[in-house]
């Protein structure tokens, strides 16, 4: 119910020509309706008498939320016409929504018994996290029209998502059986981990 407005917003967005702010309340109402989901798994491991596996849920869940504040700031700033601020939202709401996505992988391979596998998923997860902070500094530095220290921020945000998308990578290719694939993955993410480590370190000493 929560995501009908989203998706009602998006539609006169897109009926109005702002196709870039339509697709923002899209995401809100994506994000609403991938939150009321988890939830639902929560209250599905509650009465099947698993607590433990419900508070995991409910933190995938919490994951989407802060997914959709985000999404929902996007749609305020872009009607605003701050386009570099509003895409710095747009980023720090799909690393939540990425986040929650390799969380609820985590999960799923717990539940298969997979426990190796998990723990790499929730791994992946906390490195998509780690591109959250930068991006949302960058929307800070955008609003006092400082553009090159947000650039600079966006950089170090897709930086770490890159990583955590290239650990994903690894993860699929060691199911599929392919090993060798699955370690070049692993050293690229982290090379690319290492590599915005040091580009943080640059940008903070600024």
């Not at 929307?139 to 400082?146: G, L």
């Amino acid at each position: 119910e929560r995501s009908f407005e989203p998706y009602l917003k998006a539609a006169q967005a897109d009926a109005a020509g702002k196709t870039c702010e339509g697709n923002s309340w899209n995401n809100a109402g994506l994000g609403f309706y991938n939150e009321a989901d988890k939830l639902g798994k929560a209250i599905e491991a509650e009465v099947a008498g698993n607590p433990e596996l419900a508070q995991k849920w409910r933190e995938v869940a919490a994951l989407q939320e802060r997914s959709v504040n985000h999404f929902l700031k996007v749609a305020e700033v872009k009607a605003a016409e701050k386009t570099e601020e509003a895409n710095s939202w747009n980023l720090a709401g799909i690393g939540f929504y990425h986040a929650a996505d390799k969380l609820g992988k985590a999960i799923e391979a717990e539940e298969a018994g997979k426990p190796a596998v998990a723990q790499k998923w929730r791994d992946a997860a906390a490195l998509q996290e780690r591109s959250v902070d930068p991006f949302l500094k960058a929307a800070q530095a955008y609003a006092a029209e400082k553009t090159d220290e947000g650039n600079s921020w966006n950089s170090a945000g897709a930086g770490f998502g890159n990583a955590a998308s290239k650990l994903g990578n690894a993860i699929k290719a060691e199911e599929a059986g392919k090993p060798e694939l699955a370690q070049k993955w692993r050293e690229a993410a982290a090379l690319q981990e290492r590599s915005t480590d040091s580009l943080l370190k640059a940008v903070t000493a600024k």
